[in-house]
């Protein structure tokens, strides 16, 4: 029996250790920046400097819109950068759409740690990078990839914007993760990103692009999404997986939809 109840302790502590670590490491994970980012803006973009409500200078990169074009505002996943922005837009720029692409804080040389509210609050810099810019709420379209798709709908829900539009977006991060690693709880995930909850209150129309190969951000996540948002445009194509948003169908899409929107 004694030797049971140590044994028990023991598993006991080593389960509370284990729970330390993912708690404490897991944006280490969730947030992995590349090593390798631009260091200078690229051929067709200016390198711009947001100001965060935490006292954050972050760097961007902004090509104006063309005359009577929209400007879009990005969002990259997490383990991307600004070379992946410009491959996961290039559809509507060669459309002379505008493109404002955020960096995340502790991403491309930005000072700061990424989180939630973090990510939160270098999208609303961008969003008053814009306005300062002369560029209305009304003429922004929002495009989230895979973990961008948390800022990009709680910048939609927070601004009257022209459009939001998830690519291979989550419903929640904490779902995201038990279908990764099983046994870790919803409630040792930090960063929720609860877009399923938000998306009903986002007053602006809604597209939803999701593979239906996607293994990562698996397909159930757009199910629930459309479940929280019913009339949203919604599009799955067939055997693509999590790199969707690069590929030249979802460009197509991408541009004809702004393309379209008033």
């Known amino acids: 029996m004694r030797i049971l109840v140590q044994l028990l302790l023991g598993l006991f502590v080593f389960a509370l ?24 803006a690229l051929p067709g973009f200016r390198l711009v400097h947001t100001e965060t409500e935490d006292g954050l200078r972050l760097m961007a990169f902004y090509r104006p819109a063309a005359p009577g074009k929209k400007t879009i505002l990005f969002f990259h996943g997490n383990g991307d950068n ?25 991403y491309g040389g930005n000072p700061g740690s990424p989180g939630e509210a973090g990510v939160y609050r270098d999208g609303a810099a961008a969003m008053r ?13 929002v495009v989230g990839n895979s973990i961008g798709s948390g800022p990009a709908t709680e910048i939609a829900l927070r601004h009257e914007v022209a459009a939001l539009m998830l690519v291979s977006g989550f419903s929640d991060l904490p779902s995201v993760v038990r279908r990764q690693v099983p046994f870790v709880p919803r409630w040792l995930v930090r960063d929720r990103f609860d877009n399923g909850a ?18 990562l951000v ?3 996540n757009l199910d629930r999404l459309v479940q929280a948002r019913r009339d949203a445009t919604v599009a799955r194509l067939a055997g693509v ?22």
């Open 17 to 40: 250790v284990v729970a330390a670590l993912l708690y404490t490491q897991q944006r280490r994970m969730i947030f992995p920046a590349p090593h390798d980012y631009p260091r200078a």
């Open 82 to 106: 600004m070379r992946g922005a410009i491959e996961a837009t290039r559809g509507p720029a060669a459309a002379g759409h505008g493109l404002m692409l955020v960096e995340y804080r502790g």
């Open 129 to 141: 990078w814009l306005g300062a810019a002369g560029i209305a709420p009304h003429d922004v379209v």
């Open 198 to 215: 938000k998306l009903a209150r986002v007053k602006a129309p809604v597209f939803l692009m999701h593979g239906d190969a996607d293994t």
């Open 218 to 220: 698996t397909p159930d």
């Open 241 to 262: 997986g999590h790199e969707l948003a690069y590929t030249a169908p979802a460009q197509a899409l991408l541009t004809k939809w702004v393309d379209g929107l008033r």
